[in-house]
């Protein structure tokens, strides 16, 4: 349902955005984050946005960094990530909650996408 795209590997300091997209119109109708997962750790929340955009929530460790956006009537959502850190190593993860209310629990999310791996080294 959700598809990720935009990852590759970078350097640190570096910029990237992610794109995520549902050609079924999930993006547009519900509350959407994206969250991450990476090497040996659990799933973690990053960013969420309501669907009007009123209400926008971060991780501590991104935030200032990464800029959750999205485009309803293209059904896209993007990560904006700047300042890249060799720790931003992970697969992200775009999804979908159909309630439209802010969380960061991973378990209140409905549709996920499969990830795209975004790696920051030297």
């Known amino acids: 349902q959700l598809a990720e795209s935009g990852g590759r590997s970078v350097q640190p300091g570096d910029s990237l955005t992610l794109r995520c997209v549902a050609p079924d119109g999930i993006i547009r109708t519900s509350g959407m984050a994206w969250f991450r997962r990476a090497p040996g750790r659990e799933r973690e929340f990053v960013a969420f946005?309501?669907?009007?955009?009123?209400?926008?929530t971060y991780a501590d460790s991104v935030r200032g960094r990464f800029t959750i956006s999205r485009e309803n009537d293209a059904d896209l959502l993007y990560l904006q990530m700047s300042n890249l850190k060799p720790e931003d190593t992970a697969v992200y993860f775009c999804?979908?909650?159909?309630?439209?209310?802010?969380?960061?629990?991973?378990?209140?999310?409905?549709?996920w996408g499969q990830g795209t791996q975004v790696t920051v080294s030297t």
């Open positions: 946005m309501s669907r009007l955009g009123r209400e926008i």
């Open positions: 999804a979908a909650r159909y309630i439209n209310r802010a969380s960061d629990q991973e378990n209140d999310f409905d549709a």
